[in-house]
């Protein structure tokens, strides 16, 4: 009787589970995970970059295995904070590496832990991309180091074309003292007389800084007829402050680093009437019905906002892109790393968050200018410059 009841019990059993694992978005993976890692600055002064990124990687791993993972095996995140420390960065890459064995790497948040990290991913042949905007990131190509998000050369031309359009010849530029301003301040002059601009003070901060008045005194000094600010947050939004404050007129231009409804909470008031490029998700419902982007952005916004009850950012759109074109490369090389590499090259045509990427091997960021919009800071909202 007793052994009765025991088969009775094991098929009732083989039963719920099977029933379980048929219910619609229970997904059944017999093959073993594919380990990806994610490095960003999750917690510090650039939260406002690695915390939406994080959010980002999260949501879409959920959904790639929600529809059967790549090729029947499911994606595993192993996710560190940096903190924003390139020092961190380092400790964490390693641990990713040799601890964690992962496959690829999505990261760093900020040019400079990504600058801190890429001799370690070369030596140890493992694809890495950045969600950093420094264009030296990925000029010279470095053979297993991508980038998604746009480059400060992009950027500077952007602006620089629209200063030319509005006959502003003399300019003060006023960088953070990091990889990210030092390659921003390094765009911006050489560029300038392309456009006819001449840079008539140049001034730099320390990330941390908490007042810029005495640079911006300086700049007062000067003919400049525009003040270009190249940081992330909290820098820039002192600089907007500490302008009002000195009741400065000229326009204030600010780098892709702010774009983000961070910058506007931070800077206020004085937010109103500077001008950005940004990627096209700030204004996705603004852009033209006909870019081929304006679905993937829609959808991005629908799923993040609806998930994480909080506005999204282009920030948390490098990580989505990243983890997207790290799949269409896994779909085809499996878990073999240089294959993965190789087929990450290859990629043409992907429409992301931050633009359309066409890789090559002299390209590993794969975006042109035409993945920036200008907008302007309105009544707190962003404005695209026609």
Request: proline share 7%; glycine share 8%; hydrophobic share 40%.
């Amino acid at each position: 009787m007793r052994n009765k009841e025991n088969t009775i019990i094991a098929l009732l059993t083989c039963l719920i589970f099977l029933g379980l694992t048929c219910l619609p978005g229970i997904p059944v993976f017999a093959a073993e995970p594919y380990k990806i890692g994610c490095i960003f600055s999750v917690t510090g002064p650039a939260s406002f970059l690695g915390d939406p990124e994080k959010k980002s990687a999260i949501m879409l791993a959920e959904q790639i295995n929600q529809k059967g993972g790549i090729n029947g095996h499911p994606i595993k995140l192993v996710i560190y904070d940096t903190e924003g420390d390139p020092t961190k960065a380092v400790l964490n890459i390693n641990k990713l590496i040799f601890h964690d064995k992962v496959l690829a790497i999505i990261g760093p948040s900020r040019t400079p832990t990504t600058l801190a990290v890429i001799p370690i991913v070369q030596r140890a042949q493992i694809p890495l991309i950045s969600c950093a905007a420094g264009i030296k990131i990925t000029q010279p190509v470095k053979k297993w180091v991508f980038k998604t998000p746009q480059t400060d050369a992009m950027a500077v031309a952007k602006l620089y074309s629209y200063m030319k359009e509005k006959n502003i010849k003399k300019i003060a530029i006023l960088t953070v003292a990091n990889a990210f301003g030092e390659s921003g301040k390094e765009q911006l002059l050489k560029q300038a007389p392309g456009f006819g601009i001449e840079v008539v003070a140049k001034e730099t901060f320390g990330p941390k800084d908490t007042d810029m008045t005495p640079q911006l005194t300086k700049i007062r000094a000067t003919p400049a007829q525009a003040v270009v600010c190249w940081g992330t947050n909290p820098g820039p939004a002192v600089v907007a402050k500490n302008m009002k404050q000195l009741d400065m007129k000229i326009p204030l231009f600010q780098s892709h680093g702010v774009a983000s409804p961070k910058f506007i909470e931070l800077a206020g008031k004085a937010a109103n009437g500077i001008i950005l490029p940004t990627g096209k998700i700030l204004v996705a419902k603004d852009i033209p019905d006909s870019d081929p982007q304006k679905p993937v952005l829609l959808k991005y916004i629908k799923d993040y906002e609806s998930r994480y009850k909080s506005h999204v950012s282009g920030f948390g759109g490098y990580a989505y892109d990243g983890l997207n074109l790290l799949m269409m490369a896994m779909q085809k090389a499996g878990a073999d790393k240089a294959k993965i590499r190789d087929e990450l090259e290859k990629i043409k045509g992907y429409k992301g968050v931050s633009g359309i990427f066409n890789f090559s091997p002299s390209d590993h960021n794969g975006l042109t200018m035409d993945a920036f919009v200008l907008v302007k800071i309105v009544d707190g909202k962003w404005q695209i410059i026609k």
